[in-house]
């Protein structure tokens, strides 16, 4: 009697044991992924379960040349909070998917497609470059109002920039230009680990190429 | 041997003199020609400079020089233009907003009324939407699909989807208005404070013979266009036109009758108007054009009290 309940208690452990295995890389101590709807699209933010897994080709680089890629500050910009990675998922939960903000990728096309973060849009820093002669629809598509000269932020969408990481240009350079342009510092916020502490971590990762 | 090699050599000697000499002349002919007609791309400038000094009758001298000027002005304009549109950077622009003098001209290219008109209707959902309009510009095509993917995202359709071209700002303040409900008079106000900035540039049937926007025709041809989207008939020719400055001239000839009409510009009048008048539909404005290139240059370029052949179709 005494052995059938010790060996009940044994198999319920080693159930327990590999359902625990399974999840054993997780996001925090009480959540293993984040599943989020974005306008209709499920997105699920997980991690590599292989514990064995290590980063290899161009985001294992260590050393590459400054300039350009040089060590960037913690802030983008007065008033621009910088975020890590639990505060993305947090973003894409409670402002992208409330149609509230929109998540950056502000690296060149062929970069985003070839993978990003899950629920991100592609707004290449170059587009927000005061050059660009139809800037003014892209802030009109974030929520502007009124006229160039004049544009109204006020129910404009919150929006986070990342791009390859800290040794990235590109969303601090978006950042500068989004903040020229008359967007409030308050609306805007910046994933400085980006793309490189993005994969470090094993996180999920979107590639909008092999999707089509 | 000897002889009879420089026998037909003598007489050459003078020749070639008389080949220095005659080429000098060419050469002092050619220059002489230069300095007294210019160059073939001056040719226009120089002969309506000189026509308006030949000309005695001061009526002729005035259409004349205005048809001078339209095919010379023509020309440069448009590429000017051209360079101002790809050179132009979003400060400068909203710099050339705020302190820009109404032009003197409304701004026109090639897109036609149809175009446009289709264009408004799909934008408002009553007709199969187009395809987007091609651009060379990678700007362009790039802004395109960022407004495309923010939308997939933000799921907001009335966020833009197309960037705002001066090309295809005329569609997009047309289709705002229409969306706000707003009155014939406000876009017709609407549209001509913008082409007096140079923000919107208008297919020439569209221009009056003031140089204003024609805002009646545009709304006309949505309506029409919606109607026969809706199923409805396309418009008809109407019968018989009368009214003011409307000519009817009947030439009989021997074996055959024909009636001849003609029309004199009155202000407010635009290509499109007058197209619309006699044949119940602007696009038809070619049929006019075609019959009056005399003294038309340009649909964009009638004046008042301007007399054009309406031909039958």
Avoid at chain 1, 141 to 153: H, K, R, S, V
Avoid at chain 2, 53 to 73: I, W
Wanted: glycine letters at 6%; hydrophobic letters at 45%; aromatic letters at 6%.
């Amino acid at each position: 009697m005494l052995r059938d309940v010790v060996a009940a208690v044994l198999l319920c452990l080693s159930f327990a044991a590999s359902a625990a295995h399974a999840q054993e890389v997780r996001l925090t101590e009480d959540r293993a992924e984040a599943v989020i709807t974005i306008n209709g699209q499920q997105i699920t933010i997980g991690r590599i379960q292989d514990q064995a897994n290590q980063i290899t080709g161009e985001f294992a680089r260590t050393s590459r040349p400054c300039p350009p890629f040089c060590i960037h500050p913690m802030s983008a910009g007065e008033g621009v909070a910088t975020l890590g990675e639990l505060e993305v998922i947090a973003f894409l939960e409670t402002k992208v998917a409330t149609g509230e903000g929109i998540l950056i990728d502000s690296r060149l096309p062929v970069f985003f497609q070839a993978g990003t973060i899950p629920g991100a849009v592609n707004v290449p820093f170059s587009i927000l470059e005061a050059e660009n002669p139809y800037r003014n629809d892209i802030m009109r598509a974030l929520g502007a109002t009124g006229t160039p000269d004049a544009f109204d932020f006020s129910g404009a969408l919150d929006l986070l920039l990342f791009c390859n990481g800290p040794w990235c240009d590109q969303s601090p350079r978006a950042i500068r230009n989004l903040l020229a342009a008359g967007y409030p510092a308050a609306k805007i916020s910046y994933y400085r680990g980006g793309m490189q502490d993005w994969l470090l971590m094993g996180l999920s990762v979107q590639t909008p190429a092999a999707e089509g | 041997m000897t002889l009879a090699y420089s026998a037909p050599n003598t007489p050459r000697q003078p020749n070639i003199l008389v080949r220095v000499v005659l080429g000098f002349f060419v050469f002092a002919v050619l220059l002489c020609g230069y300095i007294v007609l210019p160059p073939v791309a001056e040719w226009p400038q120089r002969m309506a400079v000189a026509r308006q000094a030949l000309q005695p009758d001061p009526e002729v001298t005035r259409s004349d020089l205005f048809a001078g000027e339209a095919l010379l002005a023509d020309a440069p304009l448009v590429t000017a233009q051209a360079v101002e549109v790809e050179a132009r950077t979003t400060a400068q622009l909203l710099a050339e907003l705020a302190a820009r003098p109404a032009l003197d001209r409304v701004r026109t290219d090639e897109s036609n009324l149809q175009d446009t008109t289709a264009g408004v209707l799909s934008a408002l959902g009553l007709q199969e939407p187009q395809s987007a309009p091609a651009s060379d510009d990678p700007m362009f095509s790039m802004t395109a699909n960022v407004l495309s993917s923010i939308r997939a995202v933000t799921g907001d359709d009335s966020a833009p989807s197309v960037p705002v071209t001066p090309e295809n700002a005329l569609q997009a303040l047309v289709v705002a208005a229409l969306r706000e409900g707003q009155s014939d008079a406000y876009i017709d106000a609407l549209l001509n404070e913008a082409a007096s900035r140079g923000d919107i540039s208008v297919p020439r049937i569209l221009v009056t013979a003031e140089g204003r926007v024609d805002t009646t025709v545009l709304l006309a041809s949505i309506v029409a266009e919606a109607q026969i989207a809706a199923g409805g008939q396309a418009p008809l020719v109407p019968e018989l036109v009368e009214g003011p400055g409307v000519e009817v001239r009947v030439v009989q000839t021997a074996t055959e009758t024909a009636q001849h009409r003609f029309y004199t510009v009155a202000p407010g009048d635009s290509l499109g108007a007058i197209a619309l008048m006699f044949y119940g539909n602007s696009a038809r404005y070619d049929a006019i054009f075609n019959a009056n290139r005399m003294i038309l240059s340009s649909p964009d370029l009638l004046r008042v009290g301007q007399r054009l052949v309406i031909p039958q179709i």
